[in-house]
């Protein structure tokens, strides 16, 4: 059942379906069915439908208890709104972001029973994720249902991102008569995001909600209620226990509250708000009351809170139940009809089934596939260009960082940036205002980049650091490159989710299909007396553990420019590390190195040659290693070589091999604490396949594991100084 157009699909009988036996609870439902042209056709479709995702839950149960799938839940008792829902919205035309109970939505979309029991049985025939994704994680590429991940709460603010992308595109064809045709977007598109009513308790439903209203972004909010999160009833979710009255008074959103079970009020309703979402281009929220006549999902077993007499009441509404037996009542159908439409799923379902069951598994030898670019990788010849030096050797890091963000955005009006604070100003019209010089980030990395790019390219965001994220990824699925920034590293925890379950797995987890190339550019590291603890944190090592993500920490000012403008040319998410303490130092400064300067990933820099030892650092520890091996020199003469791996995720193991055999010494230095930081990493790497290049013991230096104060005298002990490197650095020479 695939959706053509916007407007219903008008019903062939001229003359209305009378009610048998005079229901007037029939006969208000068979006038609603008249109203939006609902007949026969329409009616016996929508059961098709109903029959179809209930029969592939229980084919999907009967799969797991033969072992031939692994995990299940059901979208048992939704069917009724998600039927309307993929009636009325337009499969490769609006957007998808549906929950694990949208098994109804997306074989009303067009996705078949034979592709999602391929996921269940994790095989090839999957094409959600090629056998990557437990079943109920949709995701169908040219029906643009983008791939779900197992979070709750992290869709709604990728909708916005998703919504975000298209209003873009159409402001560049018109505003700035940018060539946009081969973007996919139309002016009237919707992005449809659903959720539970669990689900509603986490924050980011009310980040989406919040965003999508101040910026009148085209997002349905598909509320499907059930009653219960696993047990957890809806009555102490939120306030008066139902979201529509919750949010009645919201301002910028527009609700419409369903009878989920009923296929004809949610039809009705969907036509509605669909109407609403396509003419004003604003958000709106359906709240509709559904069933859950199965248990959460296969884990679970709801008998054991639930009393006999709510179960049957939960089956008497089951739309399974109900809608046929509407629809025979009310003379729409005979009672044949339905058991021929019945018969007629059963046997499709068992088919799909069993050709299911025997589709192949994915190779073995695919293991690492999709994981990142494979078209454009990022540790490439693609990305290695030579600098073109101009001016003074005085061009300090965060300056080097600023251009190459003002050069690129000058260039490609496909970047956008936010994040807090960003922007020069937050209102275009004080651009020009003598009296103000601008913002532009708390660090002024992004100052005038907002000036020299289109207007709309550069804007601040709200003070939350998944609201960057999520909207990042939701615009990058669409082609957009964000470059966005958060303030502090020390505050990117509540983004973690959204950067490590959404960001890092997207391409791997859809088989390749979606991915979301994008940078994070984030201010890192300590040595500011006074930062204290939130503002002097290290934790590279808590990305570097995250596969999907590429990892750089520059410590100069040509290498960030070069790093920086990889990133942002690169097909694949990365977190581009700026250590604070580094942006306007004295020692680390450059010219100019032209503004098509590009780095490999994963390419060592030997900042200093040696033939005794070997430092292996990144970041702010660079400079102290090298300036403690010069003092080592003077006064041992022995010579150390250090390493300035400069990316770490990848990092250039090659070139600490080829200084070990020359060395036989190794020290790795980092700001992050000792324990569990990255240096464990390369040490134990380093053992297991160069053990016999060795002399000595590989050794660390680190920040102690306790957070840093904000006593000067404090921190100078806390974080890894010069004199801790010479410490170690000796002890390892007299090994």
């Known amino acids: 059942m695939k959706a053509k157009a916007t407007a219903p699909v008008k019903a062939k009988a001229a003359a209305p379906i009378k009610a048998k036996g005079g229901s007037n609870a029939h006969a208000k439902k068979l006038e609603l069915a008249k109203k939006y042209n609902l007949g026969k056709k329409e009616m016996l479709e929508m059961l098709s439908n109903i029959y179809t995702s209930r ?52 074989l009303g979309l067009g996705v078949t029973p034979y592709e999602m029991l391929c996921q269940a049985n994790g095989n090839m025939g999957d094409t959600a994720s090629y056998g990557r994704m437990m079943p109920a994680h949709w995701g169908n590429k ?17 909708a916005c991102g998703l919504a975000e992308a298209g209003i873009w595109f159409e402001r560049l064809k018109k505003e700035h008569k940018v060539d946009v045709s081969k973007m996919d977007y139309h002016t009237d598109e919707i992005v449809y995001v659903s959720t539970g009513d669990g689900t509603i308790a986490q924050g980011e439903f009310w980040e989406g909600l919040t965003t999508a209203c101040v910026n009148n972004l085209p997002v349905l909010f598909m509320v499907e209620d059930n009653g219960f999160a696993i047990s957890t009833p809806t009555t102490v979710q939120y306030p008066e226990g139902s979201i529509s009255k919750t949010l009645a008074n919201f301002p910028g959103l527009k609700i419409f509250n369903t009878d ?22 604003k958000p709106a929220l359906v709240h509709a009351t559904v069933t859950r006549p199965y248990s959460h999902s296969l884990s679970d077993d709801h008998g054991m809170y639930r009393t006999k007499a709510e179960l049957h009441e939960e089956g008497l509404r089951d739309v399974f139940n109900a809608f046929p037996k509407f629809l025979v009542e009310a003379g729409v159908i005979t009672e044949k009809e339905r058991e021929e439409t019945l018969k007629k799923v059963t046997a499709d379902v068992k088919a799909a089934m069993d050709k299911a069951i025997n589709t192949e598994w994915p190779k073995l030898d695919t293991v690492l596939d999709h994981l990142y670019s494979d078209e454009h990788p990022i540790t490439g010849s693609e990305f290695e260009t030579a600098p073109n030096f101009s001016g003074k050797d005085d061009v300090p890091m965060a300056a080097s960082i600023n251009k190459v963000l003002r050069t690129e955005f000058a260039k490609n009006p496909m970047l956008r940036m936010w994040g807090e604070d960003v922007a020069d100003f937050f209102e275009k019209e004080r651009l020009n205002n003598p009296e103000l010089k601008g913002k532009g980030g708390v660090f002024k990395l992004t100052a005038n980049v907002q000036r020299e790019s289109k207007d709309g390219q550069v804007f601040n965001s709200p003070l939350a650091e998944a609201n960057v994220i999520g909207r990042a990824i939701g615009m990058a699925i669409r082609g957009i490159k964000p470059v966005v920034e958060i303030q502090f590293f020390d505050y990117i925890w509540t983004a973690y989710m959204q950067l490590k379950n959404e960001m890092a797995t997207l391409r791997y987890r859809s088989g390749g299909d979606f991915k979301c190339p994008m940078v994070v ?13 939130y503002h002097s944190q290290s934790g590279e090592s808590l990305f570097t553990h995250v596969p999907g993500i590429r990892v750089a920490f520059p410590s100069n000012s040509a290498d960030a420019a070069g790093l920086l403008r990889t990133a942002i040319k690169g097909d694949d998410p990365v977190m581009f590390l700026e250590h604070k303490h580094l942006y306007y130092q004295g020692y680390n400064r450059a010219a100019d190195p032209g503004d098509e300067y590009m780095i490999p990933f994963g390419k060592a820099r030997i900042a ?128």
């Open 608 to 735: 200093r040659e040696g033939a005794d030892a070997t430092i292996v650092a990144w970041g702010a520890l660079v400079q102290k290693s090298i300036e403690a091996a010069k003092k080592l020199e003077a006064t041992t003469g022995k010579t150390v070589e250090v390493i300035d791996l400069r990316t770490l995720a990848p990092y250039d193991f090659e070139a600490i091999k080829k200084s070990i055999t020359k060395t036989s010494r190794l020290m790795i230095a980092h700001e992050e604490h000792k324990t569990s930081g990255f240096a464990g990493e390369i040490a134990a790497r380093v053992n297991e396949e160069c053990f016999d290049l060795l002399d000595a013991p590989i050794l660390r230096v680190g920040a102690m594991d306790v957070h840093c104060a904000y006593n000067p005298a404090l921190e100078d002990v806390i974080l890894p100084q010069v004199n801790h490197v010479e410490e170690v650095l000796e002890k390892l020479l007299n090994y």
């Open 55 to 106: 029969k592939v839950d229980d084919a999907e149960i009967s799969m797991k208890k033969q072992s031939k799938a692994f995990f299940q839940i059901s979208g048992a008792g939704h069917e009724g709104i998600l039927t309307a829902a993929a009636m009325v919205l337009k499969p490769k035309y609006d957007w998808f972001l549906p929950y694990y109970r949208d098994r109804a939505l997306c």
């Open 521 to 533: 550019r984030v201010p890192i590291g300590g040595y500011l007396k006074g930062g204290s603890i």
């Open 142 to 158: 040219p029906l643009n249902i983008v791939n779900k991940s197992s979070c709750t709460g992290t869709q709604f603010l990728q």
């Open 260 to 281: 989920g079970c009923c296929p004809i009020e949610s039809f009705a309703t969907m036509t509605e708000a669909a109407k609403y979402i396509r003419k004003t281009r």
